[in-house]
């Protein structure tokens, strides 16, 4: 794309953004191509959030349109321009081999998941997750993500031992299990322009592989529309099937036992919801 076909910000625009999110930022930062993308990504979400919602003239633009123009906006970026494309295919490696963390979050019933649509893609639904952060936890990253894109704290709710981890297109990505949420939950995500919707489905429509026609019967919607959760699928029934065995045995043993992890977790969201 030429330069100048792709310049549909306005100046002043740009030189907040700029302002804002690179001009200031060490010098070493802005000599590392990958971390500057990281930068250039905050201006972007900045400029779709703050800025096209108050001008109905602005175009929103992708990521690569968008660091193109600031490249060519700021004169000691211009060095990077005619590498744009490399640039972003590299920062993109980079982001898919930091680790995602977020939750798999269930009912009381174990019989429905939440799950969150994203405002730029619509028609695709996943769960709350996100990349970690330097130095963060995995746990306090999926408390963190699953707060900024559902408004909800799961924390009372996390058992650590409990968790899905599988590679989904060359990305780590551990789900935390978390388990007894009500249905009548208000859920608000605290992400603008990030989350359009967040929703209750039931775990026996979602789709375990791409030719799986329950979810076009039951909710109108191809497979394709939950390609980030079928890899998540049949583990989860299987933790739900294992978990009513485990309750089930409980139940019809009749001996007293100890208070266990899970009892006390269950203890911890009663005083979470009553508090």
């Known amino acids: 794309m030429n330069p100048r076909q792709a310049q549909c910000i306005p100046e002043g625009i740009l030189d907040d953004l700029a302002s804002r999110f690179i001009i200031n930022i060490p010098e070493e930062e802005r000599r590392d191509p990958i971390r500057l993308c990281f930068q250039i990504e905050l201006a972007f979400w900045f400029y779709l959030d703050f800025h096209c919602p108050e001008d109905p003239a602005l175009r929103p633009c992708n990521m690569r349109e968008f660091t193109q123009m600031v490249f060519q906006h700021v004169p000691s970026l211009r060095d990077h321009l005619p590498n744009t494309d490399s640039i972003i295919e590299r920062w993109k490696e980079y982001k898919m081999a930091v680790p995602t963390y977020g939750a798999i979050v269930l009912d009381e019933s174990l019989e429905y998941v939440l799950l969150v649509q994203a405002y730029w893609a619509r028609a695709s639904w996943g769960f709350p997750k996100g990349k970690v952060n330097e130095g963060e936890e995995p746990q306090a990253c999926a408390v963190r993500e699953v707060l900024e894109e559902t408004g909800f704290d799961i924390s009372p709710f996390l058992h650590p031992a409990e968790y ?15 388990v007894g949420v009500p249905r009548d939950t208000t859920f608000s995500p605290r992400t603008r322009k990030e989350i359009k919707s967040v929703d209750w489905f039931s775990i026996a429509d979602l789709p375990s592989h791409k030719r799986d026609q329950a979810p076009r019967a039951t909710l109108g919607l191809n497979a394709n529309a939950f390609f980030m959760v ?15 065995q485990r309750r089930s045995q409980r139940q019809t043993a009749g001996v007293p036992h100890c208070i266990t992890d899970a009892e006390k977790l269950k203890q911890k969201q009663q005083e979470y919801f009553a508090s």
């Open 230 to 244: 079928m890899p998540f699928v049949k583990p989860l029934r299987k933790w739900i099937f294992n978990s009513r």
């Open 164 to 178: 899905i981890e599988r590679q989904v297109f060359d990305t780590q990505v551990r789900l935390y299990l978390v």
